[in-house]
C-alpha cells in the first residue's frame, strides 16, 4: 500500500540537492538528486525556487507542505534561518524555521543550523547534522536519552544528546585535511591512485594516532611520508594510512569527551561508517547504532512537531 | 681585512639554491642565490651541474673544495647521499659526504641527510636542518652539551641536542598546513588578503591551543570559521588566529617532550622566529637564542672535520 504525498523534505547542503516525497507515516514514497547545491547557485532566491521546481517537478503541489535543511539555510542561501542555541530541544527548531515564498503560492519552510557558545572559546556551528539528529531520534527513541552521535565526513560532528536535546558538538576536519593533503600537500606526491582499500594501512595510522596522541596531529601527519622514504610503508598505501591517522586522531580527542558507557551511534555515508565503526571498535568504543541518511525523517519529525 | 676563498658553501634545497663563498676562518665572504631549487632541476647531473655553473661562475677554481647540503643529495638530486642514523654526532656527517663529479674537474661534497627510527613508530627524516643544527652549535658551543633546536618552517623540526650529537628529532607540518588550509580548505574563504599582522588574533589562536590540546587539532580547525560566523573574530584576521592555532598545536605537542631547563634555540627566517619566540614565550619557554640561516658555518664545520 502506498501512502498520499503528506510533505516534501529537501536535504539541500553545499554541493547537492535531495529531494524526498513523504507520506504521512513519515515513509519515503520516491527520492530525487540534482547537483544544485546551495554553494552553486547564484542569483538569490529566484534561482532557488528554479532549482526546486527543477528537481521536485510535479510534486509540488499547492497544498503539499515542503520543509528544507542545509545550507539553503545560510546566509548566501535562499533564505537566512538564524542559528538555534545549543542546549536545543529538536522540537524547537521546528519553531525556528524561516518562511521563502516563491511564485505560484510556493512556501517552502527552511529550519535554522544550530550554534554552540561556551565560556571563552566554545564555537561551533553546523546545519543540517542536527536534522540527520532528529531523524535517528525519531527512528530510535532509546537513543534520545542519552548518547552522542558521531556524523563522519568532510567537517566530522560529534553531536551530545541529553533528554532529546543537543547540549554540545564539536567539529573535526577530518575529511577535508585528508582532502587537502592528499591533494594539495608534499604527502599526496608519493600516494599512487590506488582504488582498493589497505585497510592494515588505515589501521597502523589508527594504531599510531591512538598509541600516541599527544604528540599531536601536526608531528604526526608527516610519519606518512618519512615512513615510506624509510621503506617502512608502501606508497601506494599512504593514503589509507594517513586516513587512519586521521580518523586516529579524531577518535583519540574526540572520545575523552564522552562517558565510557555512553552509546555512540553514527550516521552517513555507508562506506564511511563502516571505516569509523571499525576505528571506534579498535579504541573500544563499538557504535550501538549505524544509520544511513535520516534527513527525511529529521525534517518530517520537524514538520510534524 | 678580507681573507681568501677557501669553501664554496651550498645551501641547495628544493626551492632554491645558495651559494657562499667563505674563507679559512669560516666567515662569508660574497653571497648568491638561485631558482634553481633541487626539485625544478630535471635532466640529471649535467643539470646540476650547470645550475651550479650559472650561481657560482668564476667562484668554481681548480683547488676550491665544494660542500653541499639539503635536497641535492635526495634520490632525485643530484646524487643520493644516504640518510644518517640517529644518534649521530656532526662529525660523522662529513665522513658520510658522498662525491658528485663534474667536468673540468668539479668535484662537489654532498652530506647526507638524517633519519630517526625508534621502536614501533620512529619515523622522520630531514635533509639540510642538521646542517643548520650544526652551524648553531659551531658558532654557540654551550648549546652543544644539551638543547632542542626548533626550525620553524613548512616542516618545522625539533631537534634533541645531546653531547653534539643529534639523539632524535621530530617534524611537525604546521607551516604546510596553514598554506594547504588557508589556500584550499573552507577556512580560506573568509580569509581576507590582509597583509598587516594582527598579534592579537595570533594570541588568541595561540591561547585557545595552549589551553586545551587535549581537543586535538583537527577538532580546533574549524574554529576559525566558526568565531567568524558567530561574530566572535574578524573575517580579516582569520589567518593569523589559524597561524596562532597551528603554532600553538606544534608547542602543546613538543615542549612536553623537553626538559623543563632544556635550552631552546630557533633558527630561521627572522620574521618566522619572532613569531615563534614569542609563542614560547607565551607558553613560558623563552627561547634561549636565535639565528638566521647557519648552513655556510654548519658547512664548512663539516669541510673542516
Known sequence: MVGKPALLALDWGSTSLRAFLMDGAGAVLAERASEDGASRITGGAEAFEQALRRVAGEWLQPDLPVWACGMVGSQHG??????????????????????????????????????????????????????????????????????????????????EVRDGRILSFRTFMTGELFAVLKQHSVLGRLMASSTTFHAEAFDEGLTRARMAAGRGLSGDLFSTRARVLLGQLQAEHSADYLSGLLVGHELAAALPATDADEPLALIGDPALCARYAHALQAFGRPAAAVAGNTAPQGLWALACA
Open 78 to 159: 535562499w533564505r537566512e534561518a538564524p542559528y538555534a542555541e545549543c542546549p536545543v530541544a529538536l522540537q524547537e527548531l521546528s519553531r525556528g524555521a524561516v518562511r521563502a515564498d516563491g511564485s505560484e503560492g510556493l512556501r517552502v519552510r527552511i529550519v535554522p543550523g544550530v550554534c554552540w557558545r561556551s565560556g571563552q572559546d566554545g564555537a561551533d556551528v553546523m546545519r543540517g547534522e542536527e536534522i540527520q539528529v532528529a531523524g535517528l531520534l525519531a527512528t530510535q527513541l532509546s537513543l534520545a536519552a542519552r548518547c552522542r552521535i558521531v556524523l563522519p565526513g568532510t567537517h566530522s560532528k560529534w553531536v
